[in-house]
């Protein structure tokens, strides 16, 4: 049973939804407004807490892409597997397939770095700084994160240097000069 109060709100409540809902077209109560929307409102402030996509568009020819990011791939890879070589430590493995480079540090976490062709991309996840995406700039000629402007390179013989307790540096400074 009802409390008085409670009919009388919900008189008051329906007298004024009808007087509001006569003067609304009837689409206009088929939605759910966009501030009691769960779904809307996480997405707004979602919009709101993140960056703008990277959306960039490369004038890099496809074939010069592949050979770029060939000899980088290439180049990482001996120089790492001499170094993890040198290094000796049984947990450290390095391994190169299907344009992914796998390095596992044991303790320091793993390093993946991989081409990403549709987009003339090399993709890094660190386990220090986290995934970026790097670009070729002809300029530099180094693959760059455009949001840091730092090289690869630069950043993997910085953290490794870290890793490793000396100082590294993997030879991957300008790329046209790695080509065979």
């Known amino acids: 049973m009802l409390s008085h109060r409670a009919v009388r709100f919900s008189r008051r409540y329906l007298n004024v939804a009808t007087k509001a809902a006569s003067t609304r077209p009837l689409a206009f109560w088929n939605h759910t407004p966009p501030i009691f929307n769960k779904a809307h409102s996480r997405d707004f402030r979602r919009y709101l807490a993140t960056p703008p996509p990277q959306l960039t568009t490369?004038?890099?020819?496809?074939?010069?892409?592949?050979?770029?990011?060939?000899?980088?791939?290439?180049?990482?890879?001996?120089?790492?597997?001499?170094?993890?070589?040198?290094?000796?430590?049984?947990?450290?493995?390095?391994?190169y397939s299907a344009g992914v480079l796998t390095l596992k540090l044991g303790v320091h976490g793993t390093y993946v770095i991989n081409k990403q062709p549709p987009n003339k991309q090399i993709w890094l996840s660190s386990p220090v700084s986290g995934p970026k995406r790097y670009d070729y700039v002809a300029k530099d000629d180094q693959w760059v994160y455009s949001r840091d402007k730092q090289s690869l390179g630069s950043l993997l013989n910085e953290e490794l240097s870290k890793a490793f307790d000396q100082d590294i540096d993997l030879g991957i400074g300008k790329v046209s000069t790695m080509l065979d």
Do not use: K, R
Not at 68 to 82: F, V
Not at 88 to 95: A, F, I, K, L, R
């Open 58 to 95: 490369s004038d890099l020819p496809i074939a010069t892409y592949h050979a770029y990011s060939d000899a980088t791939m290439e180049t990482l890879l001996d120089s790492l597997e001499g170094l993890l070589d040198d290094e000796g430590n049984p947990d450290y493995e390095v391994e």
